[in-house]
T-cell receptor, first 115, second 112 residues
């Protein structure tokens, strides 16, 4: 079946502009995660949605970052007033949302470059 | 100190070699550890996970956790060029099983 998809694949923007990154999780997965991967760094947790519960936003680096998930499916990560340090690969993952540890399935990522 | 430390490499080995990839972690309270494999310009994919200490084997791959020394290892036997990728170790966080803390990843190249 279809995996996690993300769009756009690549995004180049100017400093100060807002960007929106989209994630389509695997159908039926109730849990959705956003991570950021900077050059030479591991994945950094940003935010976690589980069903209808309030999202865990504890990883968002500043109030310029926000995310929403509409209808329990598609999610959008928004970065306002982008800075050069925001340049990274933004990865989305989804999982079934069952209790306990489970496999997270990742999308291919959106490569963001802020000039 | 980072919560999960991993040597970034790159590590270059000939085909057929045994590869050892390692991570250290700072908090012994956690028990769920994972290895993800990430090919160039792709998202990571779960390779193996282990719970608590001990070994877990899956084909050519063995994952090992030594809680006394806070060491996580992944061994690849009979390495193949198709194993060339970045390998990321991860553990659960205080936020739960699914809020993962990742190492920086080790880049592996297996040459024919």
């Amino acid at each position: 079946g279809a995996g996690v998809s993300q769009s756009p694949s690549n995004k180049v923007t100017e400093k100060g502009k807002d960007v929106e990154l989209r994630c389509d999780p695997i159908s039926g997965h109730t849990a959705l995660y956003w991570y950021r991967q900077s050059l030479g760094q591991g994945l950094e947790f940003l935010i976690y949605f589980q069903g209808n519960s309030a999202p865990d936003k504890s990883g968002l680096p500043s109030d310029r970052f926000s995310a929403e998930r509409t209808g329990g499916s598609v999610s959008t990560l928004t970065i306002q007033r982008t800075q050069q340090e925001d340049s990274a690969v933004y990865l989305c993952a989804s999982s079934q949302g069952l209790r306990g540890a489970e496999t997270q399935y990742f999308g291919p990522g959106t490569r963001l470059l802020v000039l | 100190q980072k919560e999960v430390e991993q040597d970034p490499g790159p590590l270059s080995v000939p085909e057929g070699a045994i590869v050892s990839l390692n991570c250290t972690y700072s908090n012994s309270a956690f028990q769920y550890f994972m290895w993800y494999r990430q090919y160039s310009r792709k998202g990571p994919e779960l390779l193996m996970y282990t719970y608590s200490s001990g070994n877990k084997e899956d084909g050519r791959f063995t994952a090992q956790v030594d809680k006394s020394s806070k060491y996580i290892s992944l061994f690849i036997r009979d390495s193949q060029p198709s194993d060339s990728a970045t390998y990321l170790c991860a553990r659960e966080s205080s936020g739960g099983y699914n809020k993962l803390i990742f190492g920086a990843g080790t880049r592996l190249a297996v040459h024919p």
